[in-house]
């Protein structure tokens, strides 16, 4: 997988998977932009023991983002949903 289509070869702009919000994401805050805030945004996956050292762990919209949510709360990561035109 990856952000930009299979291991990131597609097309750099959002999609319908993940409803946009990983690329918008990734594009706003991923790498240096992210760590200058103290946020990690990665475009591959991140290893476990990052996840658990974390207060919060993201979980956008697109496959898989109930596995993420349930890592995080396994890892003590609190997780927080990005979906656009969700109302709470």
Same mark, same amino acid.
Request: charged share 15%.
């Given at each position: 997988?990856?952000?930009?289509?299979?291991?990131?070869?597609?097309?750099?702009?959002?999609?319908?998977? #993940?409803?946009?919000?990983?690329?918008?994401?990734?594009?706003? @805050? =991923?790498?240096?932009? %992210? +760590?200058?805030?103290? &946020?990690?945004?990665?475009?591959?996956?991140?290893?476990?023991?990052?996840?658990?050292? #974390?207060?919060?762990?993201?979980?956008?919209?697109?496959?898989? @983002? =109930?596995?993420?949510? %349930? +890592?995080?709360?396994? &890892?003590?990561?609190?997780?927080?949903?990005?979906?656009?035109?969700?109302?709470?």
């Amino acid at each position: 997988g990856g952000i930009w289509g299979w291991h990131n070869r597609g097309p750099q702009r959002p999609t319908g998977y #993940s409803l946009g919000m990983r690329q918008v994401l990734w594009s706003q @805050w =991923g790498g240096d932009a %992210g +760590k200058a805030h103290g &946020l990690l945004v990665s475009n591959s996956s991140i290893p476990d023991a990052k996840w658990s050292e #974390s207060k919060f762990c993201l979980a956008p919209a697109g496959d898989g @983002w =109930g596995i993420r949510i %349930g +890592k995080s709360a396994k &890892l003590n990561c609190l997780p927080l949903i990005a979906q656009p035109y969700v109302m709470q």
